[in-house]
């Protein structure tokens, strides 16, 4: 179970942020603008932060995963998440910052707005994380999945 959960949380945490934080950022050239061997675009510090929170987000979770897990069944649940919960926050708003600035900097207003959309989606995304994992671990320990029933062997008469 815990490798299968920790799996989506990874993809979780490392999708949404660092992917809209790129997809946001200083459009690319169209093909017949773009030099022959052009460097790929450096980072900005503000980009290398908020992955660097994605990535400690995601390790997190992880941890949180085993918390909840050693916990089980009587542990007090909501104690092991609420930390996971401000980090996950935290993550949130700095993503949100980053999203807003560029919207403020957008060359047009469907641009602009569409920054300030995905802002919200993806914060509000990235602030639910730990609840989504905390609810898909304790629903998994709750219901687990019966060991599957050994098939008769067919070589047996």
Partial sequence: MRHTLSAACCALALAI??????AQADPSPAPSEAPPHAAPLEKSPEERAIEAKAAALRD?????QDELVAAWPDGDKEAIIAPYRVQA????????????ARAEAAADAETAQALR??????GAKIRAMPD??????????????PAPEAQPDASTP
């Fill in 89 to 100: 926050a935290d993550l949130a708003a700095s993503a949100e910052t980053f999203l807003n």
């Fill in 117 to 122: 959309d995905e802002a919200t989606n993806n």
């Fill in 132 to 145: 989504l994992i905390a609810r898909t671990v304790l629903q998994a320990l709750a219901n687990p999945k």
């Fill in 60 to 64: 997190a979770l992880v941890r949180m």
């Fill in 17 to 22: 942020v660092p992917a809209a934080v790129h």
